[in-house]
């Protein structure tokens, strides 16, 4: 369903625009219908530039993105089966309109030819399957709903399009525990529905409890990626490991690396990209900085 291959984007900054910054390099990887991938990787990895690449909120400087086959192609028609729903949901209301004017923007761009009966149907029916009463959450403000109430509404608004693709970036971060976990059974949902979801998060607990896959990014390029189990039970790459293992320890930088021992990326002579330990199991060079995967 989304496919990105070899996507890279680089930002100019500084006066004028006179320095370039990579934020996402030759990065390969994708979605299916009915699944969802997991896309972590720690503040600054490049996660939310490739939500928003494939929103089509910012070009790609290199590479190509495709949904269902076809390139990045923003508008009415895109949007229609592409979504994204952000961390922070507040920022999608405007406070002085009653929330569930985001319903009324569907109707309006999408199906003005839905009778305003059938609509208000189909507007319950959306709200319902996200685990929210209508008649509590329908005709309020946003002030007077909760981040987990308003989160779940842009989800069921979601719902009122021909969805394919659903970009959730750190849409859990701001919920508490429990909403947290309705949410993510929410996006189990909508997988059983045929729906193919990327799940951009830096919670790497979060990431294995529904994700298939998993792909982990270090500054802009990918170091890992495979099925969830095999990454998460058996990290080749040290990156990975320092993941799983990042608790806070006093006095001892989180920069440390662990020993690197062997590199599978040397050691089965890979060239460029990522070397395939086990079938669908990828791993970067081990040597991070030093080579970031880009030796011969
Ligand atoms: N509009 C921009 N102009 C210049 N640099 C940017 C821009 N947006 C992001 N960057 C830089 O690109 C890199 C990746 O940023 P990005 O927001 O994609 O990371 P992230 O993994 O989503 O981080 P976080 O989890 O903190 O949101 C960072 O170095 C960031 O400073």
Known sequence: MLKLDNVTKTYRVGALGGK???A?????FDVRAGEVVSLIGESGSGKSTIGRMILGLTPVTGGSITVAGAPVRPGRDYYRSVQGVFQDPFSCYNPVFKADRV?????ETYHPGVPEDEWAARVRAAVRDVRLNPGEVLGKYPHQLSGGQLQRMLIARA???DLKLLVADEITSMLDASTRVDVLNLLADLKARGLAVLYVTHDLALGTYLAERTVVLWR????ER???EQVFGDPLHPYTRRLLAAVPRLHAPWEDAPEVRSCLYHDTGAVGGLAEATPGHF?????LSDCQGDVS
Request: charged share 20%; net charge positive; proline share 4%.
């Open 159 to 161: 719902l009122l399009l």
């Open 226 to 228: 495979g099925p969830t």
């Open 283 to 287: 791993v970067a060079c081990a040597r």
């Open 20 to 22: 370039a910054v990579t």
């Open 24 to 28: 996402v390099d030759r990065v390969s």
């Open 103 to 107: 319903f009324r923007l569907i109707k």
């Open 220 to 223: 802009g390029t990918v170091v």
